[in-house]
């Protein structure tokens, strides 16, 4: 079992900035694709950024190029979201999320417990 726990949400002013931090308990953690998710009130879960398990590839959703980016530093077993030039709209509860696919028909996915961002003046 792996426990993931997301640190560094808070209530930030729009044009603020953020670093989310995702800490995995597994010492597997250089096996697993790491992602941010996030939910507002009354909307579906998206997928924000996702970096694969060496760090060399990284994915974004639309709404945040330019503005956020995922790392990783698997010798501490971390994935980061900064955020930056933050909206009311990145207003969410954000998820850490890993997955390692060990092979076509076999993945293990685990999730955090959440930390909420809010922007708001």
């Known amino acids: 079992q792996v426990q993931l726990v997301e640190s560094g949400g808070g209530l930030v002013q729009p044009g603020g900035s953020l670093r989310l931090s995702c800490e995995a308990s597994?010492?597997?953690?250089?096996?697993?694709?790491m992602t941010w998710y996030r939910r507002a009130p009354g909307k579906e879960r998206e997928l924000v950024a996702t970096i694969s398990s060496t760090g060399e590839n990284t994915n974004y959703a639309d709404s945040v190029k330019g503005r956020f980016t995922i790392s990783r530093d698997n010798a501490k077993k971390m994935a980061y979201l900064q955020m930056t030039t933050l909206k009311p709209a990145d207003t969410a509860m954000y998820y850490c999320?890993?997955?390692?696919?060990?092979?076509?028909?076999?993945?293990?996915?685990?999730w955090g417990q959440g930390t909420q961002v809010t922007v708001s003046s």
């Open positions: 999320n890993a997955k390692w696919e060990i092979n076509s028909s076999t993945s293990l996915v685990y």
């Open positions: 597994t010492i597997s953690f250089s096996y697993y694709a």
